[in-house]
Nanobody
């Protein structure tokens, strides 16, 4: 499985960015694609996720109402639309895959620090200036 993120950059507070995660090697089966982020000096945290099986999604409280996740299963691409960005959204954003479709449900919808995810992209930097 290979995951490649794109779309990061520098934006002013209140602006928008669109991140994409292209997955290869996962044409079959049910899986979850998740976005994590890691800000300087902080632990990696789960941001959002989507299941290819039933389309269920989930969001961290800190991004609800501002971020939106969607997928194009035919293209194996997941998009994270980020609106109303804040300086505290500054981080390296990673996409990750759960090939067993075991995450993205319930209150703790993503594993702590991402442990248990089956593959990771290299990340893309998002910087939000104040």
């Amino acid at each position: 499985v290979q995951l490649v993120e794109s779309g990061g950059g520098l934006v002013q507070a209140g602006g928008s960015l669109r991140l994409s995660c292209a997955a290869s090697g996962v044409s079959f089966g049910d899986y979850v694609i998740a976005w994590f982020r890691q800000a300087p000096g902080k632990e990696r945290e789960g941001v959002s996720c989507i299941s290819s099986k039933d389309g269920r999604t989930n969001y961290a409280d800190s991004v609800k109402g501002r971020f939106s996740i969607s997928s194009d299963n035919a293209k194996n691409t997941v998009v994270l639309q980020m609106n109303s960005l804040k300086p505290e959204d500054t981080a390296v954003y990673y996409c990750a895959i759960d090939v067993l479709d075991q995450f993205c449900s319930g209150r703790d919808f993503l594993p702590h620090l991402g442990y248990g995810m089956d593959g990771w992209g290299k990340g893309t930097l998002v910087t939000v200036s104040s």
